[in-house]
C-alpha cells in the first residue's frame, strides 16, 4: 500500500514553566514523544486512547496546524514541515480537519453559506462558491434553505454536517476526524459515522479518525493505532486488534468499552481493575515503558528500559518487553 500520510519520530514538546518562585525552571510537555505512524491511502485510521494520551496534537501535526518540535511528515512524499508560501497551501487545500465540538467551531454570526465557502474564499475560488456550497449541502444532507440560516439554528448533528461540508468543499485527500461524534447524542452518532463512511467512498478519502470510544472506532476503522503518553503502543487492522491485542493497554481499553450482556459484565469488570489510575504526566512520564505505572504484567525491565516497537506478525506493531 502507498503511504499518503507518513510520520517519523515525530516529537511535540510544549515547554512548562516549573518549580516555585526560587527554582523556575523550563519543563518539556512531551505531548507526542517520537512518533512513527503511517495513514495508507484510501484507509481509516483509527486513533484511540484516554483523554490527554496526545492524539489531538497528533492529529494537528499531520495536517501542519501544530508544527513538529522534531521529525518528519510526510505527505503523499513531501515533507510537510519544510514548506513554505504557495507550496504550503497547496498541499493545505489537500488535507483538513473536522472538529469535536460542532458548538464551538462554527461562527455564530455567519451563516451557513459563509461558513461552508470560506474556505474557497481562502483560496481564491470564491467566485464558484454558489454553486459549489449547494452541492456540497446536498451531499451531506443538509436541505438547500440551510444555505441562509445561523448555525444556533440547528441540532448538533446538523451543526457537524455544516462542519464535514466545510472541511470537503476544497475536495481534500486527507481528512482529521478529531473526535467528530462525541460531542453528539448516541441516537446521532451512527449517522454522522456513517455519513463520513459514505462520504469517503464517493469522494475517495483518506481518514485519521480520532476518538477515546473504541466501539465507533471498530465500526469506521481499516486499521487502528493505540496512543499512551505521547507515544503509539500498538497499532493493528481492526479485526486482529480487537480480537487479539497484544498490548496490555490496549487490552484494558477495550475492556473498559461498556458490554450490555450480562453474562460479559462480569468479565468487563475485572478486566477493567487494569487501567486502574490516572494516566501520569507527559511533564514527567515514568521511566522505561510509560505504562508501567498501571500495568498488570509490569516486570523490572519495564521500568529500566523503554521498549521497542516490533512486529510479532505482519503488520501487527507493538511497543511491550513482553509482545511475542
Ligand atoms: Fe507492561 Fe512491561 Fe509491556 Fe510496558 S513493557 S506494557 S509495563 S509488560
Not at 497551501?89 to 472538529?99: D, E, L, N, T
Request: proline share 6%; charged share 20%.
Amino acid at each position: 500500500m502507498t503511504a499518503l500520510i507518513e510520520a517519523v519520530d515525530v516529537c511535540k514538546h510544549y515547554p512548562v514553566e516549573t518549580g516555585g518562585f526560587l527554582r523556575r525552571t523550563t519543563t518539556p510537555l512531551r505531548a507526542v514523544d517520537s512518533v512513527s505512524l503511517r495513514v495508507e491511502a484510501g484507509e481509516t485510521l483509527g486513533l484511540v486512547g484516554e483523554s490527554g494520551c496526545g492524539k489531538s496534537t497528533l492529529g494537528r501535526l499531520t495536517i501542519r496546524l501544530l508544527s513538529a518540535t522534531s521529525g518528519t511528515i510526510r505527505f503523499a512524499g513531501q515533507d510537510i514541515g519544510a514548506l513554505e508560501g504557495k507550496a504550503l497551501r497547496a498541499v493545505r487545500r489537500s488535507m483538513q480537519i473536522v472538529f469535536q465540538d460542532p458548538y464551538g467551531s462554527l461562527n455564530p454570526r455567519m451563516t451557513v453559506e459563509d461558513i461552508v465557502s470560506e474556505p474557497l474564499a481562502i483560496h481564491g475560488e470564491g467566485a464558484s462558491a454558489a454553486n459549489r456550497v449547494a452541492d456540497m449541502l446536498s451531499l451531506v444532507g443538509l436541505p438547500a434553505r440551510a444555505r441562509d440560516r445561523f448555525p444556533h439554528e440547528f441540532s448538533g448533528g446538523q451543526r457537524q454536517r455544516i462542519g464535514i461540508a466545510r472541511a470537503l468543499i476544497l475536495k481534500p485527500k486527507f481528512v482529521v476526524c478529531d473526535e467528530p461524534v462525541s460531542a453528539l447524542d448516541v441516537s446521532v452518532q451512527a449517522q454522522i459515522v456513517n455519513l463520513l463512511q459514505d462520504l469517503q467512498g464517493e469522494l475517495g478519502l483518506t481518514y485519521l479518525f480520532i476518538a477515546h470510544d473504541l466501539g465507533v472506532v471498530k465500526h469506521i476503522s481499516t486499521r487502528v493505532a493505540v496512543m499512551y503518553l505521547g507515544k503509539v503502543v500498538e497499532v493493528a487492522a481492526k479485526d486482529t486488534l480487537y480480537a487479539a491485542p497484544k498490548h496490555p493497554y490496549t487490552r484494558g481499553l477495550i475492556a473498559s468499552v461498556p458490554v450490555t450482556h450480562p453474562s460479559q459484565r462480569a468479565r468487563g469488570r475485572a478486566e477493567r481493575k487494569r487501567l486502574d489510575g490516572d494516566i501520569p504526566s507527559a511533564l514527567n512520564p515514568p521511566s522505561g515503558c510509560r505504562f508501567h505505572t498501571r500495568c498488570p504484567l509490569v516486570q523490572s525491565i519495564c521500568r529500566e528500559r523503554e521498549p521497542p516497537t516490533t512486529e510479532p506478525a505482519p503488520g501487527h506493531l507493538v511497543a511491550c518487553h513482553l509482545a511475542t
